[in-house]
């Protein structure tokens, strides 16, 4: 089951949750529909990497827990808040996940997904208990490109 909350005056602002599922069209569909069409391939890709992520290895697909995503839009920027019920995440690969030049090859399987938000996101951010990320991808940005065309 998928809960929706929008703000009655738009849909800048809004909240869904939903049982700890890989079935996430609807949901990606939702998140991303406010942003240009130029960025949603990037975004939708990258919000997918971490709604996986907080199924599978925040709440182990157990489908009695929650994924809760807010989401807003704050002049160019677009925020996405996702937050599971699991036991928290500590990044413990030691690759420099900032760095334009690291070749996604040369990163091994727990840091890969990690190296998507990265490249995708302007902000990426955990809390301090590891169960809820923070995303913004900036719409207007005069230096990025969008990776997928």
């Known amino acids: 089951m998928i809960a929706i909350s929008l703000r009655p005056t738009s849909r800048k602002w809004g909240t869904v949750s939903f049982a700890s599922t890989l079935h996430l069209c609807p949901v990606l569909d939702l998140l991303v529909a406010d942003v240009p069409l130029k960025w949603q391939p990037d ?14 290895h925040g709440n182990n697909l157990d489908p009695s827990k929650t994924i809760l995503v807010e989401f807003f839009v704050l002049e160019d920027q677009h ?4 937050s599971d019920q699991g036991n928290g995440f500590v990044p413990s690969c030691s690759t420099n996940l900032d760095d334009s030049k690291t070749d996604i090859n040369d990163i091994d399987e ?6 998507i938000l990265h490249q995708i996101f302007d902000q ?16 207007r940005s005069r230096t990025r490109q969008p990776l997928v065309r």
């Open 110 to 115: 727990c840091g890969r997904g990690l190296y």
């Open 79 to 82: 925020w996405w808040v996702i």
């Open 124 to 139: 990426v951010h955990w809390n301090g208990a590891g169960t809820e990320l923070r995303l913004c991808k900036q719409v």
């Open 43 to 56: 975004v939708r890709l990258g919000l997918q990497e971490a709604l996986v992520n907080a199924a599978k």
